[in-house]
C-alpha cells in the first residue's frame, strides 16, 4: 500500500467526509464551516453555519444537508443559502453527530447524551442512552433505531438492504436490516474491535468497513465478523470516505490528538462543543486503495 498524500492542513476539526461531484465536502468542526477540496488540494468554503457542523449528505437535487450539532438541527444548504430542513430537538440528547443520506433523500441522523457520562464517556454496562433518527424526504422525524452508544459514522449498502453504524464507546459496529420505507429491523453485531474506537466509516465493493479510531491512532479495514485486513497508522484519525473518479481514493481525515474529547473526563468536551479551540492539526490525506467505495454516503 502507498503512503497517504497530504491534500489539505491547518483545519481546526475535520469530519463528515462525503464524495460528490467531484469533490470532497466535508465539515471544519470548531470552524463552523463547510468546505470541499479536490485531489489536487484545491479548496473552497461552501457554508458557514452559526453552530458547528456534523455529518453531511446530499439530496436527490444535489443540495447539501448538514447536521448542526448543538442545536440538534438539520440545515438545508442551496445556491449559497442556509435554512432550516428539521427541528430533531424533541428528541432529546446533548448534540447530534453524524449522518447517512440514502437514494431516496432520507437522512439518518445519530443523536447523542453527553451529558450522561461528562467527556463522552462510555456508559455503564446496560446504560445505552442514545438514538437515531430518521428525517423522510416529507421531512417528518421518527426513532429508528434506539438503545446505542455514541452513535457514529453510518453506511448503507448499494442494495439499500443493510444499514451499519459504529458504536463509537461501545467498540463496535452495528448492522440493521432495511425495508423499502427505510425503517430499520435486525439488529446484529456487524463486527466486534476490540480496543479500537469506530468513528467515521465508509464502505467498499467488497463489503468491508474503513474506519477511523482517534484513539488508536489508526484506520483500520475489516469485514463483517470482525476479520481485519489493513491497519494504517494515522495520528488522530477520525473519519474516512472513499472518492476520485472511480472511488479508489481513500480520503483520511485526523485531527491533533490534543483536540479529542477525553473518554471519563470532561476535558476539552465542552470546549470541542461550545469554545472556541483554536486547534490547526487537522489535516486530510489521501491514498489510493484497490477496492473502490459502494453504496451510500
Given at each position: 500500500?502507498?503512503?497517504?498524500?497530504?491534500?489539505?492542513?491547518?483545519?481546526?476539526?475535520?469530519?463528515?467526509?462525503?464524495?460528490?461531484?467531484?469533490?470532497?465536502?466535508?465539515?471544519?468542526?470548531?470552524?463552523?464551516?463547510?468546505?470541499?477540496?479536490?485531489?489536487?488540494?484545491?479548496?473552497?468554503?461552501?457554508?458557514?453555519?452559526?453552530?458547528?457542523?456534523?455529518?453531511?449528505?446530499?439530496?436527490?437535487?444535489?443540495?447539501l444537508?448538514?447536521?448542526?450539532?448543538?442545536?440538534?438541527?438539520?440545515?438545508?444548504?442551496?445556491?449559497?443559502?442556509?435554512?432550516?430542513?428539521?427541528?430533531?430537538?424533541?428528541?432529546?440528547?446533548?448534540?447530534?453527530?453524524?449522518?447517512?443520506?440514502?437514494?431516496?433523500?432520507?437522512?439518518?441522523?445519530?443523536?447523542?447524551?453527553?451529558?450522561?457520562r461528562?467527556?463522552?464517556?462510555?456508559?455503564?454496562?446496560?446504560d445505552?442512552?442514545?438514538?437515531?433518527v430518521?428525517?423522510?424526504?416529507?421531512?417528518?422525524?421518527?426513532?429508528?433505531?434506539?438503545?446505542?452508544?455514541?452513535?457514529?459514522?453510518?453506511?448503507?449498502?448499494?442494495?439499500?438492504?443493510?444499514?451499519?453504524?459504529?458504536?463509537?464507546?461501545?467498540?463496535?459496529?452495528?448492522?440493521?436490516?432495511?425495508?423499502?420505507?427505510?425503517?430499520?429491523?435486525?439488529?446484529?453485531?456487524?463486527?466486534?474491535?476490540?480496543?479500537?474506537?469506530?468513528?467515521?466509516?465508509?464502505?467498499?465493493?467488497?463489503?468491508?468497513?474503513?474506519?477511523?479510531?482517534?484513539?488508536?491512532?489508526?484506520?483500520?479495514?475489516?469485514?463483517?465478523?470482525?476479520?481485519?485486513?489493513?491497519?494504517?497508522?494515522?495520528?488522530?484519525g477520525?473519519?474516512?470516505?472513499?472518492?476520485?473518479?472511480?472511488?479508489?481514493t481513500?480520503?483520511?481525515?485526523?485531527?491533533?490528538?490534543?483536540?479529542?474529547?477525553?473518554?471519563?473526563?470532561?476535558?476539552?468536551?465542552?470546549?470541542?462543543?461550545?469554545?472556541?479551540?483554536?486547534?490547526?492539526?487537522?489535516?486530510?490525506?489521501?491514498?489510493?486503495?484497490?477496492?473502490?467505495?459502494?453504496?451510500?454516503?
Amino acid at each position: 500500500m502507498h503512503q497517504p498524500k497530504l491534500l489539505l492542513d491547518r483545519l481546526a476539526f475535520p469530519e463528515g467526509p462525503r464524495w460528490h461531484d467531484g469533490w470532497l465536502w466535508f465539515s471544519d468542526l470548531t470552524n463552523r464551516r463547510v468546505v470541499r477540496v479536490d485531489v489536487d488540494g484545491r479548496h473552497e468554503v461552501m457554508a458557514t453555519l452559526d453552530d458547528r457542523p456534523s455529518g453531511l449528505g446530499f439530496l436527490p437535487d444535489g443540495s447539501l444537508l448538514v447536521v448542526a450539532m448543538t442545536q440538534r438541527r438539520l440545515l438545508r444548504v442551496a445556491n449559497g443559502k442556509v435554512e432550516p430542513y428539521a427541528d430533531l430537538r424533541d428528541f432529546g440528547g446533548d448534540f447530534a453527530n453524524d449522518m447517512v443520506v440514502d437514494g431516496d433523500g432520507r437522512a439518518y441522523v445519530g443523536i447523542r447524551h453527553a451529558s450522561l457520562r461528562p467527556g463522552f464517556a462510555a456508559p455503564d454496562p446496560g446504560d445505552e442512552p442514545d438514538l437515531v433518527v430518521a428525517v423522510e424526504p416529507s421531512r417528518a422525524t421518527a426513532i429508528a433505531a434506539d438503545h446505542l452508544v455514541a452513535p457514529n459514522g453510518t453506511v448503507i449498502t448499494p442494495d439499500g438492504r443493510t444499514l451499519v453504524i459504529a458504536e463509537t464507546y461501545a467498540h463496535r459496529l452495528t448492522a440493521y436490516d432495511r425495508a423499502d420505507d427505510g425503517t430499520l429491523s435486525g439488529r446484529r453485531v456487524f463486527a466486534d474491535v476490540g480496543g479500537a474506537y469506530p468513528d467515521g466509516i465508509c464502505l467498499d465493493d467488497e463489503g468491508a468497513v474503513w474506519f477511523g479510531s482517534p484513539y488508536t491512532d489508526e484506520f483500520i479495514r475489516l469485514h463483517v465478523g470482525g476479520q481485519i485486513t489493513d491497519r494504517l497508522p494515522f495520528s488522530g484519525g477520525v473519519a474516512c470516505a472513499l472518492g476520485g473518479l472511480d472511488r479508489t481514493t481513500l480520503f483520511l481525515l485526523g485531527v491533533d490528538s490534543a483536540a479529542l474529547p477525553t473518554p471519563g473526563t470532561t476535558e476539552n468536551a465542552t470546549q470541542l462543543l461550545h469554545g472556541d479551540t483554536g486547534f490547526v492539526g487537522g489535516r486530510i490525506c489521501a491514498l489510493r486503495v484497490e477496492r473502490a467505495g459502494a453504496g451510500w454516503p
